[in-house]
């Protein structure tokens, strides 16, 4: 019989908004009972706090963590970053893959993340030569993010140029599969293995249009048509994307995807920073949703993405943290509003309550995952609690819950975190994975010398 448990929240952000003295009952993985206004019972655990629930990270290059503060010295462009980047590909093996990601996920998991949207595309051995078994990269992925007691969409990315017109070259010929057919069919070997991983789903990724040719993406969109899969690319992070893509097709990336039918309702697409109006009136239409990565696209000076216009337009707002320059939701969600502020010399675009849902409910759903993000019944039972008795929550007020957690709150805030009614992050502690910052630093330290 499932495991049936009490949960007594001092303050909850409901679907109707914030309230207090919570119930919650959760049978197995799921919330059964959410009742607002009830004493503690004994029996029940108390979370002291605001509790909410978990968010997603729907935009996730594990390895990317180890370039952290390391690419922060100089100047330097998008492209010199992309250069240290592949050395750091270049240097994986599966095993420090594995660790690497497990301390990653584990830092995601004391951040609240109880969902990540992975975008993998290191797929193959130096060189490009396959391992023994095709989703051995994958699959090292999927074990971290079970092992860091989070949920995992692996998004299988197709990856077969080096640029328009340009072949793989170096350490770029780890992540092609010769063709759009090979890709299919390693993708298909990796979706049959995650079937019985009840935390973990398989996605489709086109990398970029600079990275899979026009009349290569059919196959990729029909996989992902065929397995009802999420289906996330990159597009426009850079203005010289658009440029080469104009210069090649005679049209923006987005409406290169537009025509290839690659932009539906499960489609995520990446950054979508330079956008002209016809792209975001493309991706309004196909009720696309849009994954902002705020510190990502400061980091590597991407410029402001038009989040408000492509929200207007019906493109639903997600957030990832990308490179990882920081792994923190809040600051990524405040970041959307902060950054359109600065953008525009106006404040107010965006009510608290609904940036929370960008990094909850909408990237959930970006990542198939339409049962989690809430505290409802029926509800995938995943939910953090945020310390309101931090310096930075002084002064916390209910009626303002949702205002103080995006304005105010860092990942440090974090108190406890519930995946599939279990404790993974209690206190401030990981119960999986003992010394985060220890087994991050090893990891690290591995894969950069």
């Not at 949960?7 to 059964?32: C, D, S």
């Not at 660790?99 to 051995?125: D, K, N, P, Q, W």
């Not at 996605?203 to 990729?220: E, I, Q, W």
């Not at 929370?356 to 990237?363: D, H, M, P, Q, V």
């Amino acid at each position: 019989m499932p495991t049936v448990n009490l949960w007594w929240a001092e303050h909850a952000l409901l679907p109707t908004g914030p309230a207090a003295q919570v119930l919650i009952e959760t049978t197995g993985e799921r919330i059964t009972t959410v009742r607002p206004g009830v004493p503690p019972p004994s029996e029940a655990t108390r979370l002291a706090g605001l509790t909410m629930p978990g968010l997603a990270n729907a935009h996730s290059h594990a390895f990317h963590r180890a370039l952290r503060a390391r690419t922060q010295a100089g100047r330097g462009t998008f492209w010199t970053w992309r250069e240290q980047m592949y050395k750091v590909a270049d240097r994986l093996t599966p095993e420090r893959y594995h660790s690497l990601a497990r301390a990653v996920y584990a830092e995601m998991a004391l951040a609240g993340i109880t969902c990540v949207g992975e975008f993998h595309y290191l797929h193959h051995g130096p060189g490009g030569t396959p391992y023994a078994r095709s989703t051995t990269m994958a699959e090292a992925l999927v074990a971290a993010a079970d092992e860091a007691g989070i949920r995992i969409t692996l998004l299988d990315t197709c990856y077969l140029t080096g640029g328009l017109g340009q072949p793989l070259a170096g350490p770029q010929l780890r992540f092609g599969d010769g063709n759009a057919d090979r890709w299919a069919s390693r993708a298909g070997e990796l979706a049959a293995a995650l079937r019985e991983r009840p935390n973990a789903r398989c996605g489709a990724a086109l990398h970029s249009v600079r990275a899979v040719p026009r009349d290569r993406m059919n196959t990729v969109v029909a996989w992902a048509d065929e397995h009802a899969a999420p289906l996330h690319v990159h597009l426009s992070e850079q203005r010289a994307e658009n440029e080469a893509c104009l210069s090649e097709y005679g049209a923006t990336p987005t409406q290169i995807l537009a025509e290839a039918g690659a932009l539906t309702p499960r489609t995520s697409v990446v950054h979508a920073t330079h956008l002209t109006d016809r792209d975001i009136a493309l991706i309004g239409a196909a009720r696309a949703s849009t994954c902002m990565c705020p510190t990502t696209e400061r980091d590597l000076a991407d410029g402001i993405g038009r989040a408000v216009e492509l929200n207007g337009a019906g493109s639903p707002i997600t957030l990832g943290s990308d490179s990882h320059a920081v792994i923190d939701l809040f600051e990524e969600a405040r970041g959307v509003e902060l950054n359109e502020r600065l953008r525009t010399e106006e404040r107010g675009h965006w009510a608290a309550a609904d940036l929370l849902r960008t990094a909850t409910a909408n990237g959930h759903a970006a990542l198939g995952w339409a049962d989690a993000g809430r505290l409802a019944e029926r509800g995938l039972a995943d939910f953090v609690t945020i310390a309101v008795d931090t310096p930075r929550l002084a002064g916390f007020r209910s009626a303002t819950a949702a205002e103080s957690v995006v304005f105010a709150a860092i990942a440090a805030d974090v108190r406890h975190v519930v995946v599939g009614g279990r404790f993974v992050v209690r206190d401030f502690t990981h119960l999986l994975v003992p010394e985060v910052p220890r087994a991050l630093d090893h990891a690290i330290t591995d894969v950069t010398g």
